[in-house]
């Protein structure tokens, strides 16, 4: 994944999660807010309890391979992915299908909101 389509930066973090939208699986949490840029952007974020800086890494590694699989960075949406625990209990092809399957999800609620805020603002 290339740095062009990364999260970098704390306050762009945190303008994402304060939209507080977001969608949960077992491995994943994933939030997700309109994206600022002309492209979208993933932050990744594995926290300490996760283990070593060794396996965090390996981790991160690992999720940016099935962002690149699932994703062609053309969504509606920038995002965070937050990694739980239960990503080191899983296969990878299991983590990847969960994650697939909340990006679905978000590309139909960011679809829908889109929609829902054009006739709001229609009805104006």
Sequence with gaps: ??????????REF?????QKR???CPA??????PRAETISRIGISVGKKLGGAV???KVK???RMMVQHI??????FDCIILVRMAYLKQAFAENEHD???SFTTIRLKSSALSIKETHETTAQ
Excluded: C, H, P
């Design 1 to 10: 994944m290339k740095k062009l389509y990364r999260v970098k930066k704390n």
């Design 14 to 18: 945190t303008r994402i999660m304060n």
């Design 22 to 24: 977001f969608v949960s």
């Design 28 to 33: 994943f949490s994933v939030y997700y807010a």
């Design 55 to 57: 396996v965090r890494n």
């Design 61 to 63: 590694r690992q999720v």
């Design 71 to 76: 994703t062609g960075f053309d969504e509606k």
């Design 99 to 101: 994650l697939a399957k």
